[in-house]
């Protein structure tokens, strides 16, 4: 990030990590706390490396980096990690294809060593440990929720009926009250899922199974919007890399360390900074080692969300004929 970026980030956070110089010793000023953090939590290097780089020790490296994220989470996390204006987003995405939509949802694995407690618990479908970060993201790639912190073991549609933001949708709370008419269909502000997640009235997923042409138009409408939270999950791992060295934490410190890198990659989108296609490069020579596993489909519907679902891919038939 640029200077004015990272000094209005230490601006922000100063006031919980400002510590008093003691007779012993001075306390390390906000400034360099909050580098130390950021190079920490962007680079795959060790906590020895970390510590080398900026004159500090190795334990004080583990006690900043922790002191950061809890700041940035308590600061920052609530007003960045949010829904915004809601008309820009469904404007952006009926731009791309797709009508009253609010947001594309998905699930990452984040890989981790191996915990001391329920270790098989954590193995993914790829075989190595991992927590799951679930993420809804708007039209620009920005996150406007997430949940962090669930085993590597378990299936997405199980992470997401058990995230405050199912509860939200289900209860009509998350999106202000905002439905259109598709075909004689009252359809509310959906989002789009892969097949893992369950078909609802506000969730859209593609057609499985045997596809005609109007079902695969429908899906490829779907998948071109639904791209841009798989892109924002690759510049979240670009950017801050520490996502991909199996974070060397406790299972208490995980969550809270993925949870600032999301505050910091809006912050980051936000302010429009560089983004280096080299990190794209060596996130994928990482992703080689760490391949995402695939959730199996679930075959839940509702039958409202099956008629909303059926009326959209007329409307998208429809208009390709026009």
């Not at 939590?41 to 002191?67: C, E, H, I, W």
């Not at 993914?124 to 997430?146: C, E, M, P």
């Not at 969550?255 to 990659?265: E, K, P, Q, R």
């Amino acid at each position: 990030m640029r200077k004015a970026t990272f000094m209005g980030l230490c601006a922000e956070l100063a006031p919980t990590l400002r510590r008093r110089d003691t007779r012993l010793r001075a306390a390390l000023p906000v400034e360099k706390r909050v580098a130390i953090a950021i190079w920490k939590l962007a680079t795959p290097d060790s906590y020895r490396s970390v510590a080398n780089q900026f004159g500090v020790g190795k334990s004080t490296v583990g006690m900043v980096l922790m002191q950061v994220c809890t700041a940035i989470n308590r600061t920052l996390l609530r007003r960045t990690v949010t829904l915004g204006n809601v008309q820009d987003i469904v404007d952006g995405f009926a731009q791309m294809g797709f009508p009253n939509c609010g947001g594309a949802i998905d699930g990452t694995h984040i890989p981790i060593l191996s915990p001391p407690h329920l270790a098989s618990e954590y193995v993914n479908r790829k075989g190595y440990f991992s927590v799951v970060l679930q993420a809804l993201v708007d039209h620009r790639g920005r996150f406007t929720d997430i949940y962090s912190g669930w085993p590597g073991k378990v299936h997405d549609a199980r992470i997401f009926r058990n995230s405050a933001l199912f509860r939200r949708l289900r209860a009509g709370t998350f999106f202000p009250d905002r439905k259109i008419t598709v075909g004689d269909v009252e359809m509310p502000t959906v989002i789009l899922g892969d097949p893992a997640y369950p078909l609802m009235p506000w969730l859209m997923k593609p057609y499985t199974g045997k596809l005609d042409r109007s079902k695969d138009r429908f899906n490829y409408r779907l998948s071109r919007c639904r791209m841009t939270v798989e892109c924002a999950f690759g510049r979240l791992k670009a950017r801050w890399r520490c996502l991909y060295g199996k974070l060397d934490l406790g299972e208490s410190s995980i969550s809270a360390v993925i949870s600032a890198c999301c505050t910091l990659h809006n912050i980051c989108e936000g302010k429009g900074e560089r983004f280096s296609e080299e990190w794209t490069s060596e996130v994928r020579r990482l992703e080689d080692e760490f391949a995402q596993p695939e959730s199996r489909a679930t075959r839940e519907a509702q039958e409202r969300a099956s008629r909303i679902r059926d009326a959209l891919r007329e409307q998208f038939d429809a208009e390709s004929q026009q």
